[in-house]
């Protein structure tokens, strides 16, 4: 099992920016790849970006540019940074971990962030 808890989520106004933090704890050996994704109310959950153990990432379109994935493993925390903020980013945010070996993916309880313009 994999314990996933997000935090750094807010209010900001647009323009400003925001880091997201995911702490991990249990079964972290299993997992490789980290990741973040947002969802709006009546939407599917909407993948941002992801970050392997290497610190390797891979972005959606939508997440390129402007969100930033990085990772401490010492602290096994992921980061999710995001500038240049716009009122369409407003959005429950969501860190992932998925466990390759045995097919399972973990979700942390989400961290809203609200964008004013």
């Known amino acids: 099992q994999v314990q996933l808890v997000e935090s750094g989520g807010g209010s900001v106004q647009a323009g400003g920016s925001l880091r997201l933090s995911c702490a991990a704890s249990?079964?972290?050996?299993?997992?490789?790849?980290m990741g973040w994704y947002h969802q709006t109310p009546g939407k599917h959950r909407e993948l941002v970006g992801v970050?392997?153990?290497?610190?390797?990432?891979n972005y959606a379109d939508s997440g390129k540019g402007r969100f930033t994935n990085s990772r401490d493993n010492a602290k096994n925390t992921v980061f999710l940074q995001i500038d240049s903020l716009k009122p369409e980013d407003t959005a429950v945010y969501y860190c992932?971990?998925?466990?390759?070996?045995?097919?399972?993916?973990?979700w942390g309880q989400g961290t809203q962030v609200t964008v004013s313009s």
């Open positions: 992932h971990a998925n466990d390759a070996i045995a097919s399972v993916d973990y």
């Open positions: 249990g079964d972290i050996w299993r997992i490789n790849t």
């Open positions: 970050i392997t153990s290497g610190g390797s990432t």
